[in-house]
């Protein structure tokens, strides 16, 4: 059973940082991607990044490319998102999903087949 836990959340000022973890447990496929997506208040959830488990390999939606870093610790089986110059319009509940597929890393957002963390608020004040 795959089971994955975000923390580093919370209440941050517009123009600061946050580091959010996602901690993965359980069997996956070799070739699975784990991926950072957010939700605000009556909007759909969104996808910021992903990453290749083995290889390493990253992909941003435009939105957060050049504030967002997503990486990853193999050894601490631990996915993390780096988020610099925030603004108000972050905030939102931030999950994390693992994808069994890796298709997530060439756009192929299927949010169904995902294993889904329970999610980290992330406020953002002006």
């Known amino acids: 059973q795959v089971r994955l836990v975000e923390s580093g959340g919370g209440l941050a000022q517009a123009g600061g940082s946050l580091r959010l973890s996602c901690v993965t447990s359980g069997r996956a496929f070799s070739n699975y991607a784990i991926g950072w997506f957010r939700q605000a208040p009556g909007k759909e959830r969104e996808f910021l990044a992903a990453?290749?488990?083995?290889?390493?390999?990253?992909y941003y939606a435009d939105s957060v490319k050049g504030r967002f870093t997503i990486s990853r610790d193999i050894a601490e089986n631990t996915v993390y998102l780096q988020m610099n110059s925030l603004k108000p319009e972050d905030t939102a509940i931030y999950y994390c999903a693992l994808d069994q597929s890796g298709t997530v890393l060439i756009g192929r957002i299927r949010p169904g087949l995902y294993n889904w963390g329970q999610g980290t608020q992330v406020t953002v004040s002006s």
């Open positions: 990453i290749s488990w083995t290889g390493g390999r990253t």
